[in-house]
């Protein structure tokens, strides 16, 4: 069955340090894979996604994924975070098997200490 | 600016009332989808339109209703609210329907049973 796993439910990390989420699939073929970002009382925005060619993909707000077949990987990371940067944090594989859905992990919650 | 939003923010209903959660569009996507978000679980899907008069189950239907009259709405019905339906809820839409499409989400509606 297709699934997506987030083992981290929660990190802390402090500002300007830099920030690896984790993302794990299970899925039959090439995957869409994407990353969600939700602020405090907000819906879900989009910060990057993944379909086919460069495995290393850019988003917004300095965010950047590497997808990684043998691994069946799609981690998020960012350089240098900020305070700003404190959410929760979606990882989802686009399916289309059967019928067109996106299936969510779990979620990441992330703080930032200052 | 095209946006997609959600009423009522916040209810508080009593078990088996009905309750109807709105969302509204003006993105003029074709396809619709309501999730509930729940600790531990992610989001997952209610309920999902291609289209006007289009509406499908998705994978925690049971005690929800939706119906699509139009292009710009798809109201979220509870024919019987039950405490297990507390939960927040987010409505989103689509351009296309792959799951290559991103989908944009509303603010939420966090609903509470007593």
């Known amino acids: 069955a297709q699934s997506v796993t987030q083992p981290d439910i929660h990190i802390t990390v402090s500002e300007g340090a830099s920030l690896e989420l984790r993302c794990n699939y299970s899925?039959?073929?090439?995957?869409?894979l994407f990353w969600y970002v939700q602020s405090p009382g907000q819906g879900l925005q989009l910060l990057l996604k993944?379909?086919?060619?460069?495995?290393l993909v850019q988003g917004i707000k300095g965010f950047e994924a590497e997808f990684k077949r043998s691994q069946s990987s799609f981690n998020l990371r960012k350089p240098s975070v900020h305070w700003s940067d404190a959410a929760e944090y979606f990882c989802a594989v686009g399916s289309h098997s059967g019928t067109y859905k996106y299936i969510f992990g779990t979620g990441t919650r992330l703080k930032v200490l200052a | 600016d095209a946006e997609i939003t959600q009423s009522p923010r916040h209810k508080i209903t009593e078990t088996g009332r009905q309750v109807t959660l709105a969302c509204h569009q003006t993105?003029?996507?074709?396809?619709m989808f309501w999730y509930r978000q729940d600790l531990g679980h992610g989001l997952r899907l209610i309920h999902y339109?291609?289209?006007?008069?289009?509406?499908n189950k998705g994978e925690v239907s049971d005690g929800y209703s939706v119906s699509r009259s139009n292009t710009e709405d798809l109201p979220l019905t509870l024919e019987s609210a039950a405490s297990s339906q507390t939960s927040v809820y987010f409505c989103?839409?689509?351009?296309?329907?792959?799951?290559?499409?991103?989908?944009?989400f509303g603010p939420g509606t966090r609903l509470t049973v007593l």
């Open positions: 339109s291609y289209g006007v008069h289009d509406t």
């Open positions: 993944y379909f086919s060619g460069d495995t």
């Open positions: 989103a839409s689509s351009e296309g329907n792959t799951p290559s499409d991103e989908q944009f």
């Open positions: 993105w003029n996507h074709n396809n």
């Open positions: 899925y039959g073929a090439t995957p869409y």
